[in-house]
């Protein structure tokens, strides 16, 4: 069996979990979790530890993508485990000097009957990677597909990170309650992120600017922050703002060239996605950002070998920019990525979510990143933001609601990219403009931006990994004014209200400790009770004084460890 030293946490009891259900005995089993939180490592655990115990014999993982089929083939490889990622179904077996096989979901539905043939052969683990496309595609015979081909096999294993259907369908092989799927183990973007040594933050910039497009021979015009309000406007005026000819994706995209370049000073290699909306964007994009930096991007643009050459060759090089349309939104890992551009007409939250998984994949103990992805600001989008670090639970109920409005009212989204638009002709669109800041589920507004920068320039060196976005919170917190010092007296704000500043430094004082926890070695629960010995209170019952001094002596102890 894999040693248990080299697991984390949650995959450790994620295992232990599985080996324990049923006596072992677990046919099906979901596992969530996070983007970057390491489903591929835990899969292949399993998978050692039912070979040695001598369940299975073979293993067949069944991937969204052919790039996909290749990361499990080279990560299976590191553990001595041997898939074959060019299978292909003329070829009837599979090759004797193979554990198994890497696949795609298409193949296999493709063929059913083959692969049930081949897991009646021997007795067989399945891996279905982010079973949520099951379903999908050729008029959702997938399903039924995958029901045939793999009802036979000894063991399924089934991994997401986004455990629901836009379309509201049921997933083969998920338990469901109440039309809830129920993981076996759930361990989300917001779990991960308390726990620190996992996950990245992310932050949002949302992007505002105004929309022009012609319908019915008259000009219409309206920003994107407004467009909310409208549901008919949502389509055109994003059509518009993405649209190359344009002015505001060309200063969005300086924008991000811009961050990527200061994330550059700390991370030299650090990496940029644009996730574009499809493959004539995708290059127009990509011409663009050649125009600002000098240096051709890579594009991948479509879901061949080449492609997967392309984004190999880039995770493995010190680019800048990597263009993209679908297939980097979800599953490939480049922990480079520093800095995105969601640039895509889908906004669905599941969608969204994998994109922004790309970006928070930790790259180890010492990496101190916060993930950077501009965003048009428009709803969904902006809440989408917000609960990026709710509980998968918090989500999918909000998903499952969203589902039946769907299907009581006969209207909705839908996850394939939007329409044409034939009856609207874009006309042009602003430079774009800070609308807000999404960070910690916080909206932080340019003002405070500007002023949580100011402070940071006038105190000189910050610690490595200080954000403005993390002064600005920590200023609003304290009902610190939110204008830039000038000569004219400085006008304060209104004090938030003590319960929600206190709420606020609780907050960024957990995440503060999950640092501390990683580099120092220390079990979280045990820094809270050297905390609460020094300032002789706890967390819970201690002022907000106390809150802000407890953030101060964990930075110096963090400043101590460097």
Known sequence: ??????????QQEARERYHSRNGGTEQNFLVVATPGAGKTTFALTIAEDLISQGTIEQIVVVAPTAHLRIQWSQASSKRGIQLDHRFVNANGVIGKDFDGVAVTYQAVASEPMLWRKLCSMKRTLVVFDEIHHAGEGDGQKWGPALKQAFEVARRRLLLSGTPFRTDGSAIPFVEYEEGRAVPGYNYDYGMALTDGGVVRPAVFPAMDGESQWRRSGEIAVTSLALADTDEKTVPPALKAALDPNGQWIPSVLREADAALTQARIDTPDAGGLIVAFDQSAARSYA????????????????????????????????????????????????????????????????FFIQVAGRFVRLRGEDDETTARLFIPSIQPLLSYA?????????????EEKRVREIQENGDGETEEPLSLFPTFETVGSSQAVHHTTIASGESITPEEMNYAQSVMNRAGS??????????????????ATTTVPSQNPVVETEKTPLADQKHDVRRLLRRKVGRYAVVANKPHEHIHAELNRHFRDTAKTATLENLLQRVALIDRWLEEQK
Do not use: C, H
């Not at 069996?1 to 949650?10: I, V």
């Not at 392309?310 to 480079?336: H, L, N, T, Y």
């Not at 910050?462 to 009902?479: Q, S």
């Open 386 to 398: 917000q609960d990026i670090e709710k509980t998968v639970d918090a989500v999918l109920a909000s």
């Open 287 to 350: 011409q663009i950002l050649q125009n600002i930096t000098g240096e051709e991007p890579a594009v991948a643009v479509s879901d061949e070998p080449e492609a997967s050459r392309i984004i190999k060759g880039f995770a493995d090089s010190e680019r800048r920019w990597i263009v993209a349309v679908q297939m980097v939104a979800e599953g490939v890992d480049i922990p480079r990525l520093a800095v995105g551009v969601y640039a895509s007409r889908i906004r669905t939250q599941m």
């Open 1 to 10: 069996m894999a040693d248990a030293f080299d697991l984390r946490d949650w």
């Open 462 to 479: 910050a610690p490595r990994g200080t954000t403005p976005e993390y002064v600005a919170l920590i200023l609003r917190a304290v009902g």
